[in-house]
Each structure stands twice: as C-alpha cells, then as structure tokens.
C-alpha cells in the first residue's frame, strides 16, 4: 500500500508565498504522476497541478490549473519529493491543499487518483 504525506501549509497575507510537500512512501511505481489538488469550504475539490515520473525519476512533465499559472510552481527533488511553491497568493487560494499518486499518465480528474494524503490547510488573508 502506498501512503502519501503532505507538509507545509499555514496562514499567510495576501500577496505573500507557502512552500507545501509531499512525500510518497509504500509501494513504488515505474510511471506515475503527483498531483496536488485543493478543496475550499462547499466547493468540489480541483485540480492544482501535477508532475509527471518515469522509470521512477523525474521525467520534465508539469501541468498547471490556469488560475495558479505565473504564481505556483511543482518540481521535485533528488529523493522525488514534491514541492509547490505558491507566490502572489490571493484569498481565493484559501483551502484545504491535498497531494495525491496516480499510476500512470497525468490526469486532472480527482477520480483517477489511486493514493491520497491528509490534506493540509492553507489560509490567505486580505
């Protein structure tokens, strides 16, 4: 079984920036992708972003939700660990931020997601 970890999140200014990661363990994966999606309170949760692996590294692929262009950036690390890196953050960013695993090719459906973390607040003040 695989499990996925979320760290980072917090309560920021407008305009300021959060750095979250995630960190999968368990079972490993040829190819899989790691998205980061979010849920605000009565909203249906939404893709973020997402990162692509191949043969268990890195492999160059990102995909961004158009309203976090310019402002959110996901890479990973030397140990696949993934970051996103929220700049400019606005009010309406304000949710619960989670990270999730898919076996296989990039997708932006919550429902194609095999793996899920906790999630981890993230709040933005005016």
């Known amino acids: 079984q695989a499990q996925v970890l979320e760290s980072g999140g917090g309560s920021v200014q407008a305009g300021g920036s959060l750095r979250l990661s995630c960190a999968a363990s368990?079972?490993?994966?040829?190819?899989?992708?790691m998205g980061w999606f979010r849920q605000a309170p009565g909203k249906e949760r939404e893709f973020v972003a997402s990162i692509n692996f191949s043969v268990g590294r890195f492999s160059g692929g990102r995909t961004y939700a158009d309203f976090v262009k310019g402002r959110f950036t996901i890479s990973a690390d030397a140990k696949n660990t993934v970051n996103l890196q929220m700049n400019s953050l606005k009010p309406e960013d304000t949710a619960v931020y989670y990270c999730?695993?898919?076996?296989?090719?990039?997708?932006?459906?919550?429902?194609?997601?095999?793996?899920w973390g906790q999630g981890t607040q993230v709040t933005v003040s005016a």
């Open positions: 999730a695993q898919r076996v296989g090719f990039p997708s932006r459906q919550t429902s194609d997601y095999d793996y």
């Open positions: 368990g079972r490993t994966f040829s190819s899989y992708t």
